[in-house]
């Protein structure tokens, strides 16, 4: 891979004139109309574009564009599959989403990290591990609570219903079905 960095001649635009056109992107205008529009302003701005220019800096903007889509989805999802238990679901997605962008950085950058951006990645990568590893301590220590609180419902609904134990078996039962529910997933 080569190690030489993007340096869109859109990206030497101001800002606003920058987002005005990620804004043209998204909204179906041609490479070449935003070029010339672009290039209406050259005496303003010091920058004059030619359409190739900013077909290439499209092309690396709607795909950023269509994988921030697709992350958004996948942290939907993810926060769908976990609706009941500790409120641990968005930290997961936001990890895990993390995990994702660390490790295609990784991928896509192979040697053209710089040592101290690679250790950046990595120290983030750590991050991200130390995180999860959290999550899942506290999502194992509220379903040993759960657990705990169930058997004491329980022995107290056994002492109660000494008299009615079949009352007793439908209650635990219904008990067991409830801490199921809530340690699912």
Do not use: C
Not at 28 to 45: K, P, V
Not at 101 to 124: F, G, I, P, S, Y
Not at 149 to 158: F, H, P, R, T, Y
């Amino acid at each position: 891979m080569s190690s030489r960095r993007k340096h869109s001649k859109v990206l030497q635009l101001p800002p606003e004139i920058v987002e005005a056109v990620n804004k043209k992107l998204t909204t179906g205008t041609t490479y070449r109309e935003i070029a010339d529009w672009i290039n209406q302003m050259a005496e303003d701005t010091g920058v004059e574009i030619s359409h190739m220019s900013v077909q290439r800096y499209g092309k690396d903007f709607l795909s950023r564009l269509e994988r921030l889509k697709v992350v958004n989805e996948q942290a939907k999802a993810i926060v769908e599959t976990h609706g009941e238990g500790p409120d641990t679901a968005l930290a997961e997605a936001a990890n895990k989403l993390a995990l994702q962008l660390v490790m295609e950085t990784l991928m896509t950058a192979q040697n053209t990290l710089e040592d101290e951006k690679l250790t950046n990645v990595m120290r983030a990568l750590t991050q991200l591990q130390r995180s999860s590893v959290a999550t899942e301590k506290l999502k194992f220590t509220f379903d040993k609570g759960i657990s705990k609180a169930i058997d004491q419902v329980k022995q107290q609904l056994q002492e109660e219903l000494k008299s009615d134990p079949d009352l007793y078996h439908r209650l635990a039962a219904i008990a067991d079905r409830i801490e199921s529910d809530l340690t699912a997933g």
